[in-house]
T-cell receptor, first 118, second 113 residues
Framework: GAVVSQHPSWVICKSGTSVKIECRSL??????MFWYRQFPKQSLMLMATSNEGSKATYEQGVEKDKFLINHASLTLSTLTVTSAHPEDSSFYIC??????????????FGAGTRLSVL | GESVGLHLPTLSVQEGDNSIINCAYSNSASDYFIWYKQESGKGPQFIIDIRSNMDKRQGQRVTVLLNKTVKHLSLQIAATQPGDSAVYFCAESSSGGGNKLTFGTGTQLKVEL
């Protein structure tokens, strides 16, 4: 149980294009999902909190118009990196809060998406 | 802001030995702590968690110890195996923090045969 699927696992795109990353909770409902960014050999940095049916809450310094988040259902949140530039290249990871599970405070993570912007 | 940090960036142990990974936190309001294991190129995997009303919690081959007096958290892995090689992160949250986790810097565990 508590499986989170993230797609795609790796994407290469040209500078100026937009990339959408999907995060799905496969066997539980998640009213809250989180998006993180991770640079090589560094820790996870929270970018935003995604709440089903409402606007995402962004951390300080994260551009909401650059990183669009949509939490359209209880099992799906998407992150769109708009007008991507090489400095956006990173490992993006989502997590889902197991609110419907016994372990409701645990964040379950997807496998991550490696974005490379040329 | 508040931060969670680790004492050792890299820990090398012999297969079969016990491993101890340490973590210090600074937010006195933290009341929930969690350990994750991250293998290269993958997302973090839940290992074990503990609430601030407990000092110790055991899982399968893992034990988490919490010392609130000195704001210290540790993860003990018994009989370390090659498959335990990964980066281990501690993370903390507080009741008023909206379930947001603050991650530590991570410790690379290397298991030598």
């Amino acid at each position: 149980g508590a499986v989170v699927s993230q797609h795609p696992s790796w994407v290469i795109c040209k500078s100026g294009t937009s990339v959408k990353i999907e995060c799905r909770s496969l066997d539980f409902q998640a009213t809250t999902m989180f998006w993180y960014r991770q640079f090589p050999k560094q820790s996870l940095m929270l970018m935003a909190t995604s709440n089903e049916g409402s606007k995402a809450t962004y951390e300080q310094g994260v551009e909401k118009d650059k990183f669009l988040i949509n939490h359209a259902s209880l099992t799906l949140s998407t992150l769109t990196v708009t007008s991507a530039h090489p400095e956006d290249s990173s490992f993006y990871i989502c997590s889902a809060l197991g609110a419907g599970l016994l372990a409701k405070n645990i964040q379950y993570f997807g496998a991550g998406t490696r974005l490379s912007v040329l | 802001g508040e931060s969670v940090g680790l004492h050792l960036p890299t820990l090398s142990v012999q297969e079969g030995d016990n491993s101890i990974i340490n973590c210090a936190y600074s937010n006195s309001a933290s009341d929930y702590f969690i350990w994750y294991k991250q293998e290269s190129g993958k997302g973090p995997q839940f290992i074990i968690d503990i609430r601030s009303n407990m000092d110790k919690r055991q899982g399968q081959r893992v034990t988490v110890l919490l010392n609130k007096t000195v704001k210290h958290l540790s993860l003990q892995i018994a009989a370390t195996q090659p498959g335990d090689s990964a980066v281990y992160f501690c993370a903390e949250s507080s009741s008023g923090g909206g379930n947001k986790l603050t991650f530590g810097t991570g410790t690379q565990l290397k298991v030598e045969l």
